[in-house]
């Protein structure tokens, strides 16, 4: 039976934004002080009533935006946190950039965030704005100008690609640009559009896939000539600088989620929380259950480690479920490693260099 422990990663979501992106799908709503107000005090009452470890390895507190919550509403949440937040080693909280004060810099410093993931997408003004975003470049600059005059220096951008009449000089120009920011580490994706969103009702569509293809091939091989290396399909970092937090997602670890719209996974037990604000002020202690099989878990586990260039630790994988990864995969494991799209070593499994890049497929082949 998979061992079922208190998470040391807590993930929180702050359901606010400034405006609405218009490619995000994410549980946001447009950022109202009362409603902040009375969002902190369900998720004081959530926070009380979860069991959560007070010697917490990562917190992330993502979104929607957090910044866009007002000082004092800043300063609160992250009292609800302190408690748990003492031996941590890395605190991640995302900022947008034009919601970023000097108050909040040193509230966020006060509280020991010590990591800020900014929300960078590409250098051209009016892609920003066909986006939906509310920055310039300039912006992110003075953004993370300020964050180091109070000591964090530990700073990511993503970056979006494949966005609709978007060139491979524009993406460019946004990775020079984004590089000469000096940030810590990289995040890439490409843009996908869902039907619920602006683009998705507008009728907006992304580049072709061979377009795609090239950018990512392009962003795969610039970047490392940087020093970032490409420790996930989508992430870069300086050499110390890999994200703690997404590494305990990508290895499988059990996470604690809190707030509308976060999800947490306790062993085989995934949980969901509405991803409505009214629900959630209604009833911030109400989750969906979802117990997963072991079967389930054994994919989901293979699935999100090979999202990792080094793979996946073949002895932590037996120590979880009590059986080998070639017994529980017997007969497609060979498969996969005879047309040499799989490969052990060092007691790691992970992709080849090509099927990486294919990562579907070769889950396609496992399921
Ligand atoms: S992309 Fe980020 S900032 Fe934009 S609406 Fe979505 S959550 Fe908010």
């Known amino acids: 039976m998979i061992p079922r422990n208190k998470p040391e990663y807590l993930y929180v979501h702050v359901p606010f934004c400034k405006g609405i992106c218009h490619y995000c799908d994410f549980a946001h709503t447009v950022y109202d002080q009362a409603r902040a107000d009375q969002w902190l005090n369900a998720l004081e009452k959530e926070i009380l009533y979860r ?25 609160k949440l992250l009292s ?35 990591r800020i993931s900014i929300g960078f997408q590409c250098a051209q003004p009016e892609m920003l704005a066909k986006l ?44 020079d640009t984004a590089l000469s920011y000096r940030p810590k580490h990289l995040s890439l994706y490409s843009l996908t559009i869902e039907e619920n969103t602006v683009f998705g009702k ?16 392009y962003i795969c091989r610039t970047l490392p000539q940087h020093g970032f290396e490409q420790y996930e399909i989508s992430n870069f970092a300086l050499e110390g600088f890999q994200s703690v937090h997404n590494r305990a997602y990508w290895t499988y670890r059990d996470f604690a989620g809190v707030s509308c719209g976060a999800s947490g996974k306790e062993g085989l037990l995934r949980y969901d929380h509405t991803s409505s604000l009214k629900e959630y002020l209604q009833d911030p202690l109400k989750t969906s259950d979802i117990p997963l099989s072991k079967e389930d878990a054994m ?23 009590g059986i080998s990864f070639e017994e529980a995969f017997h007969g497609k494991y060979e498969q996969l490693t005879d047309s040499a799209q799989l490969c052990m070593e060092n007691g790691m499994l992970r992709c080849t260099e090509q099927s990486w890049h294919i990562l579907n497929s070769v889950l396609s082949a496992l399921l």
């Open 202 to 217: 507008r009728g907006v569509q992304p580049l072709d896939e061979d377009t795609e293809a090239d950018m990512y091939e």
């Open 299 to 321: 994919f989901e586990m293979v699935m999100m480690n090979l999202r990792l260039k080094e793979g996946m630790s073949l002895d932590l994988f037996q120590k979880t479920f």
């Open 51 to 75: 069991e959560i470890r007070p010697d917490l390895k990562t917190v992330y507190i993502g979104g929607g935006t957090p910044s866009s919550l007002n000082e004092s509403q800043l300063e």
């Open 132 to 175: 939906g975003r509310h920055h310039t470049k300039e912006d992110v600059l003075n953004a993370m100008e300020l964050l180091r005059s109070y000591g964090i220096d530990n700073i990511s951008l993503d970056l979006m690609y494949s966005l609709p009449q978007q060139t491979m000089d524009m993406l460019k120009e946004s990775i």
């Open 80 to 114: 609800l946190i302190a408690p748990y937040s003492r031996h941590i080693c890395e605190y991640t909280m995302e900022v947008n950039p034009e919601t970023l004060t000097k108050a909040k810099a040193q509230i966020m410093a006060d509280y020991g965030i010590s």
